[in-house]
C-alpha cells in the first residue's frame, strides 16, 4: 500500500475548489433585505397554484381497521393562489406551518387538516389555501381458513381546499390491490382461467356532514374488496390458497364489471357526494393492461 502524507485539510479544500469567503456588502438584518416576492406591480397573470410539494413528514393515521393508530411518512404538497400584482409567495411559511404541526403531533384528522390550512391562509395573507397529503395506510387481514393476520397497505391521498367564507371541499382516494379472474378465459377454456392483479383507485368528494368516526378509508377498502374475485393476502397456508383460488374461480370480473360494482357500493355511502373508480388488470396472458372507469355525481338530476 503507498503511504503518502496529506496536506492540512483547508488545503485540501482549496485544491478541490473552495475559495475564500469575499467582502460581504448586502445587509445581514431581514428588516433591511430586498423582499423580491413581495413586490407590487402588473405581473400580468394570477397564479393557481404555489407553494412546495414533495414534503415528506412523519404523522399518524388514525383507523377503525387495526393497527387502530399508526405512524407512517405522508408525502405533503401545500399551495394557495396569489393575484396577479404580487410577483411571489414567501415559501418558508409553508414549510414553518408543516413543522409547527409535526412538533405537535400530526394527526390526518379532518379537524386538524382544517384547522392546518385555515391557519396556513393566514400565515400567507391570501384568502385560500390546498392541501394535498398522501401516505401509505395499512391494515390487517386475515387468512380465511388458518386466520393468520399479516399487514396489507393501500395508498391513501387527502385533498383540503379551504377558502374564506366558503365551505371547505374534502376530496379522498383510495388506492388498494385485488384479485380478478377473467371471465372469458373461464367461458371458453377447458381447464382453467387465466387471473391478475387489479388495482382499484376510488376517488370521492364527501358531503359537508361527513361524520368523522366513519372511517373513509375502510369504507373504500371494503367497497373495493366486497366486489373483486379474490382478495389478496399476506399470508395464506395450503387451505388458504385453496379457498382463495376457488373464490376467484367463482367470482369472475371484467374491469368493466368491477368498476360497476364499486360504483354501486359509493352510491350508496351516505356520506360520499361524488365519485370517480378505476380499475387497471395486469393482464397475465396479454402484454398491456386493461382498463376501466366511471364517474358519477349524486347532485346530478
Known amino acids: 500500500m503507498k503511504n503518502f502524507k496529506l496536506p492540512p485539510k483547508n488545503e485540501r479544500l482549496k485544491l478541490f475548489g473552495s475559495i475564500e469567503p469575499g467582502l460581504k456588502t448586502k445587509p ?26 414533495n414534503v415528506k413528514t412523519p404523522v399518524s393515521v388514525i383507523s377503525t381497521l387495526e393497527p387502530i393508530t399508526q405512524s407512517t411518512i405522508a408525502t405533503f404538497t401545500l399551495t394557495s393562489t396569489i393575484p396577479h400584482d404580487v410577483k411571489g409567495t414567501n415559501m418558508s411559511r409553508f414549510t414553518e406551518q408543516l413543522e409547527l404541526y409535526r412538533k405537535q403531533g400530526f394527526t390526518l384528522t379532518f379537524s386538524q387538516l382544517y384547522d392546518f390550512v385555515k391557519e ?11 392541501l394535498e397529503v398522501s401516505f401509505p395506510w395499512f391494515y390487517e387481514q386475515s387468512a380465511p381458513v388458518s386466520s393468520l393476520v399479516g399487514l396489507n397497505n393501500a395508498d391513501a391521498r387527502i385533498l383540503l ?77 395450503r387451505p388458504d390458497e385453496k379457498i382463495v383460488t376457488e ?12 368498476v360497476r360494482l364499486v360504483a354501486s357500493d359509493l352510491y350508496e355511502a351516505p356520506f360520499i357526494q361524488s365519485f370517480t373508480v378505476e380499475c387497471r388488470n395486469e393482464e397475465s396472458i396479454h402484454l398491456h393492461d386493461a382498463y376501466a372507469s366511471v364517474t358519477f355525481d349524486k347532485t346530478n338530476k
Not at 120 to 130: I, T, V, W, Y
Not at 198 to 209: F, V
Not at 219 to 225: D, M, S
Not at 247 to 258: L, Q, S, T
Open 28 to 53: 445581514s438584518e431581514k428588516e433591511n433585505m430586498s423582499d423580491l416576492q413581495n413586490m407590487k406591480e402588473d405581473f400580468l397573470f394570477e397564479l393557481d397554484a404555489v407553494g412546495i410539494t
Open 120 to 130: 396556513l391562509s393566514e400565515r400567507l395573507g391570501q384568502k385560500d389555501a390546498k
Open 161 to 237: 381546499s379551504y377558502q374564506h367564507g366558503k365551505t371547505v371541499e374534502r376530496t379522498v382516494e383510495l388506492t388498494c390491490t385485488v384479485t380478478t379472474l377473467c371471465p372469458c378465459s373461464k367461458e371458453i377454456s377447458e381447464y382453467s382461467a387465466h387471473n391478475q392483479r387489479a388495482y382499484i383507485k376510488m376517488t370521492a368528494l364527501l358531503t359537508e356532514d361527513y361524520d368523522e368516526s366513519v372511517d373513509w378509508k375502510a369504507v373504500l377498502l371494503q367497497a373495493a374488496q366486497s366486489n373483486a374475485s379474490a382478495v389478496i393476502h399476506p399470508i395464506l397456508k
Open 247 to 258: 373464490k376467484a374461480y367463482e367470482n369472475p370480473r371484467f374491469v368493466e364489471d368491477m
